[in-house]
């Protein structure tokens, strides 16, 4: 039997309100070249970040020690080397490219605020796509001068007791309204090795997608990292993350600014082949995401009906999302 579901691309329609979602995928940002990444240097102390969406992605430089440095906040970048370490991989993405496009953003420092704008303010969010960066995954994976590898068991590090550790990388979200800070939040971990089994240790490699819809209404969202491996400052794992497509809900928009793109999704479950079909423009992405988040398909269409073929996948529950040119409509959907 063939189902359908009708979905708005990114914009749900009522009788006399309507919900949007707009995405801030930095593809709006310029770049010199296709392997750069940009920092603003240009007020030292001050927030010079920038925006996409409906957010703002603040940074912040320091010259107090007689020279520049960033000392957290946001830059954004299209590098793609994968495998570069240390310093050298700072603006690098571990999995060597955006989650969708050519854009995406890193950031640095124990603690980071992205501020909502326009008619975003104050309402809720979708979520995010969150992966390490180069010069985090590295330290993690091998150890540097200054942290020491994930799951080492044999302290052979100065100032480290023997035994094996519970190591963990670890992302807590939490929302601002009104200038209080909310009790909700989210956590997601860039690290885990706390599991028993060594099948069940990783540490993120590929884009995962984070929902921040239990975060409520917000007016800004604080992401503040923890690790395992601290020293007498604080954290010794690099304080680094990448972001992709930071998505924000916006409601009680007017109808007549909102019109409604509907989408057929079909057959639910289904075996071999799921078929997108949009009514009016051609989604320019579709991801399929599997139940830990991550990205198990992907395709760029090209026309209205755009068929996934599925059957390599494993029997289980997935999440589709459709991308336009207002936002990301999602679904999930069952292989049995």
Known sequence: MRTSLLLAAGLLAAASSATAQTVADFENLT????????????????????????????????????????????????????VKAGLAGEYNARPGKAAFGDKYAVAYGSTNIIHLTGAARGNSLSGVYVTNNNYAYYSMLNGDAYARKFGDTTGTRSGLPQGSYP????????????????????????????????????????????????????DSVQIKLSSSDVGPFGMNTPAYFCIDNFTTNETNLSVANAPVAALKIYPNPAVENLTVEAAAGVPKAIAVLDISGKTVLSVAPTELKTTLFIGHLPAGTYQLLIRGEAGVATHRFVKP
């Not at 939040?185 to 690290?191: C, G, K, Q, W």
Request: aromatic content about 20%; proline content about 3%.
């Open 31 to 82: 770049l010199p070249g296709n392997d750069t990444a940009y920092i603003n240097y240009t007020a030292p102390g001050t927030d010079v970040g920038f925006n996409s969406g409906l957010a703002h992605f603040p940074t912040v430089y320091d010259t107090s020690f007689g020279y520049s440095y960033w000392s957290d906040g946001f830059a954004y970048s299209n590098r793609k080397d994968s």
């Open 167 to 218: 190591d963990f990388y670890k992302m807590v979200f939490r929302g601002y309204l009104n200038g209080a800070l909310k009790t909700d939040s989210v956590e997601f971990y860039l690290a885990d090795y706390r599991a028993n089994s060594a099948a069940a240790k990783y540490i993120v490699k590929d884009w995962k997608w984070v929902s921040l819809t239990a975060l409520g209404h917000v």
